[in-house]
């Protein structure tokens, strides 16, 4: 599919109408579109991404602090990070069509560059930075908590449930119902001083490990790492025990 000639169709799916549409080209354009028009003078995404990750960052924060006041930090900090990682990013950004907007060189094009997900996240990472810089923060937090509407309510719906942010007890239910045993957690690796400490923790199924997480206690990286194996689980593959 080729790339849309204009940015004027992106406000119309964003709902966001952009007074300066250069910031959204350049929102829009990969390092390799540039790369094989070094004499354009045009700007790649990489500064709008960088600055768009921080952006997304205090707005998902936000968000969920107001959201769920009851939630510790621990929790709210895995909530966050299964919202700005590359796959939830990647998913909001095929529902806006991205790829098919991007401006790319002609390897990524052949590589198939439209429907990679970390180009998408990246790219979506860009726009909210563009309508940050052309609108202001409400702008851009409007259209953030937009875009990410789908993955929002799927957190109210794992919220509302019975144990509700305790990944460790729905975890433990599952493997009980589907494998009649008990889940293990073992610490895989410590690093960091005694009043810093970084906790990575395995969840394991027999000998199968189902989840990996990491947080600064060992209950926060159990939480994290029971969290990982139940997306596995919702998304349908099969632990091989």
């Given amino acids: 599919m080729k ?24 929102a829009l354009t990969h390092k390799s579109y540039v790369n094989e028009r070094r004499a354009s003078g045009q700007n790649h995404n990489e500064r709008l991404e960088f600055l768009g990750d921080a952006v997304l960052s205090l707005i998902v924060s936000d968000y ?4 769920y006041p009851e939630l510790s930090e621990g929790a709210l900090s895995q909530l966050k990070a299964g919202l700005v990682s590359e796959a939830p990013l990647a998913k909001a950004a095929g529902r806006l069509d991205l790829g ?15 429907e990679k997900p970390s180009l998408l996240a990246d790219a979506l990472e860009a726009v909210i930075a563009a309508i940050y810089l052309d609108g202001g923060l409400e702008a851009s937090r409007s259209f953030t908590i937009d875009v990410l509407g789908e993955e929002l309510r799927h957190i109210d719906e794992l919220q509302a449930r019975p144990g509700g942010g305790d990944y460790k007890t729905r975890f433990q239910e599952w493997c009980q119902k589907h494998h009649d045993v ?8 410590e690093t960091g001083p005694d009043h810093q400490k970084l906790f990575e923790v395995e969840v394991c199924l027999h000998d199968t490990v189902c989840g990996l997480g990491r947080g600064s206690s060992k209950k926060e990286a159990e939480q994290q790492a029971a969290q990982r194996a139940l997306e596995q689980v919702e998304r349908g593959d099969a632990f091989p025990v």
């Fill in 182 to 189: 008990l889940p293990r957690y073992v610490i895989a690796r």
């Fill in 64 to 67: 969920l602090a107001r959201r």
């Fill in 3 to 26: 790339p849309a000639s204009s940015a004027d169709s992106l406000p119309a799916i964003s709902k966001y109408r952009f007074a300066n549409s250069g910031l959204l080209n350049e």
């Fill in 100 to 114: 098919a907007k991007l401006r790319l060189g002609r390897g990524e094009e052949l590589s198939k560059g439209r």
